[in-house]
């Protein structure tokens, strides 16, 4: 075991010495040659310290760039396997992750875990070392931004192979302070999960006492806003609801304001809605490879560009599409604008900018989805649901003619407004902060205040169906309904989606399941990969895995 823990050592510590010493970042993207850096001058030179900091920001996992079997990056969303999406893919871990139909040897994205904790043993190094740069204003801002990013590293370990307990077992992830050396003890057990969340909040509360606002750092780097926004979502998830309302109004009404148009708010780089994102910029920062990346993969196959088609990807379900209201703020169901033969009309209008439907103009062309249009082709990749994913997409560009460079935004202002308008209601009911925080998310989307006197019951409803809205596919539905404990609920049965027939100029819409899942209930926390469990055997598996 020795041998094998060894051997592990060594190639992070090879892997680490490529990233110091191949090069100094002028910026988060990009990197100029420095020969004359070595082990000895790295944390006492400025420049050296600095990229070492920069490489911890270019490796974090995002839904763009993921690892995926060693050969894809950002290969589907984690909304995919949620109600709200299905992967037009079927050659992926799409159905494993769907149905819990897979074993802790072969976990869907297993590449995770290693690559979180090898970010944490770079984040402590940076902590260990950066007390020797002389310069204290640079120093005491790595320090925040390394703090940060230990944090958020584990915030994300957390939310996946975490989960709250009520019970003494220890039901968190292993807590790793310190760059280990072969003289430490490699068995590691998991901390409880209130631990870890301390633990978090701890790293987030130096970084925000370290870290410079908006506006005094460049955009990409973590910021004392960035610190209090990720500490409001950790307490959220932990339940601490006072304590998270307070974390977020720390944020609301500062250095951020909503961006004005829904549609092109992921488009738009350091807008005044992003509080913290992973940037991309082509050619030497991109999702996959050249010409390549989420607006391919995110394509249909009946779209082509100079060298293929499509992939498939993400796309939306017909379960996700009635939970848009109609422009009045009635649901589909209780709204007198609703018509079935005209199904989408009159929906709020984030549907448009979120979901491509028959009749759609998607990248140049109208969409043609009821059987024999020009978007159903037999192919695997064809959409099942009916409908295709329209947010992040670069649509002025021809598929495989651009290296796919949208930023991938981690937190922004909304969320942080849903965050305090959830807490604050856990809290203490729903006082008039919480209508002013859904309400002005609402505005921007151009629908009605929602309507006064409800009870806390009915305003948690309200702000589920808000944040599933909002954010859709930015992966946070995925962590929403197993926190919530509502997948067991939404996700044991059918999914629906939409066939469509025409005859002459009229089309019949007819809902129909188009696939079974299943949800055991293991699958609300993700097993550890048995290959990281044998090389440290103190961290249990949990919830049955």
């Known amino acids: ?12 510590c090879t892997l680490t010495s490529i990233t110091l010493f191949s090069g100094c970042e002028s910026d988060i993207l990009n990197q100029v040659p420095k020969d004359s850096l070595t082990g000895e001058t790295v944390w006492t030179d400025p420049q050296g310290a600095i990229q070492f900091v920069n490489a911890i920001y270019g490796q974090m996992p995002s839904g763009f760039d993921r690892n995926y079997q060693g050969w894809a990056k950002g290969l589907y969303l984690l909304d995919g396997v949620t109600d709200d999406g299905d992967v037009g893919m079927p050659w992926t871990h799409s159905n494993e992750l769907q ?24 984040a402590n190094m940076a902590l260990e070392n950066l007390v020797s740069l002389k310069d204290e204003a640079l120093r005491n801002r790595l320090m925040g931004e390394a703090y940060f990013l230990r944090g958020f590293i584990y915030h994300e370990l957390l939310r996946l192979y975490g989960m709250p307990s009520t019970g003494s077992e220890p039901t968190g992830v292993p807590l790793i302070n310190k760059s280990l050396t072969l003289n430490d003890n490699f068995q590691i057990p998991r901390a409880k999960y209130d631990e870890v969340v301390d633990f978090i909040i701890a790293d987030l509360d130096k970084a925000a006492s370290l870290l410079p606002k908006k506006g005094a750092i460049e955009a990409g780097r973590a910021t004392s806003g960035a610190a209090n926004a990720l500490k409001s979502r950790v307490l959220l998830y932990a339940s601490r609801w006072q304590a998270s ?8 009404n500062t250095d951020y304001t909503l961006f004005s148009d829904y549609r ?29 990346g989420f607006d391919v993969v995110n394509s249909p196959p ?4 100079g060298s293929d088609a499509g992939w498939g990807g993400n796309v939306p379900t017909q379960n996700f599409v009635d939970s848009y209201d109609m422009i009045d703020g009635k649901s589909q169901a209780t709204s007198p604008l609703y018509k079935p033969s005209e199904p989408w009309a009159n929906l709020d209008p984030r549907f448009e900018a979120t979901v491509v439907h028959n009749g759609s103009t998607f990248r140049g062309r109208v969409i043609e989805l009821f059987a024999g249009g020009a978007d159903v082709t037999g192919r695997a990749e064809d959409t099942k649901t009916g409908y295709i994913l329209r947010k992040f997409h670069e649509e002025q560009y021809v598929l495989y003619t651009k290296s796919s460079d949208q930023d991938w935004i981690f937190i922004r202002y909304a969320e942080v407004l849903l965050n305090y308008a959830e807490a604050k209601n856990e809290a203490s009911g729903p006082d008039a902060t919480v209508y002013s925080a859904i309400n002005a998310i609402r505005k921007r989307a151009g629908m009605p205040d929602l309507e006064t006197g409800l009870s806390k019951d009915q305003m948690r409803a309200k702000i589920r169906n808000e944040r599933r809205i909002e954010l859709a596919f930015e992966e946070h539905r995925f962590f929403d309904i197993r926190r919530w404990k509502t997948a067991e609920s939404l996700l044991n049965g059918p999914l629906y989606g939409v066939k469509m027939t025409k005859s002459g100029n009229t089309i019949t819409y007819t809902r129909y399941a188009f696939e079974n899942r299943g949800f055991p209930s293991k699958l609300y926390v993700l097993p550890i990969p048995q290959s990281e469990v044998d090389k440290n055997p103190a961290a249990k598996q949990i919830a049955g895995w």
């Open 99 to 122: 149905t819990g139909n897979f074993l802790p040897s072969n976990v869907p994205w297993g590449e995770t875990w290693g690559d979180y904790y090898s970010l944490v043993r770079k």
């Open 245 to 252: 309302a307070d974390a977020a109004n720390k944020v609301i």
């Open 302 to 305: 009946s779209i082509r560009g």
């Open 264 to 292: 092109t708010l992921f488009l738009t780089k350091n807008n005044s809605e992003i509080i913290f994102a992973k940037k991309f910029q082509a050619p030497d920062k991109v999702h996959f490879g050249v010409n390549n």
């Open 1 to 12: 075991m020795k041998k094998i823990l060894y051997k592990i050592l060594q190639l992070v």
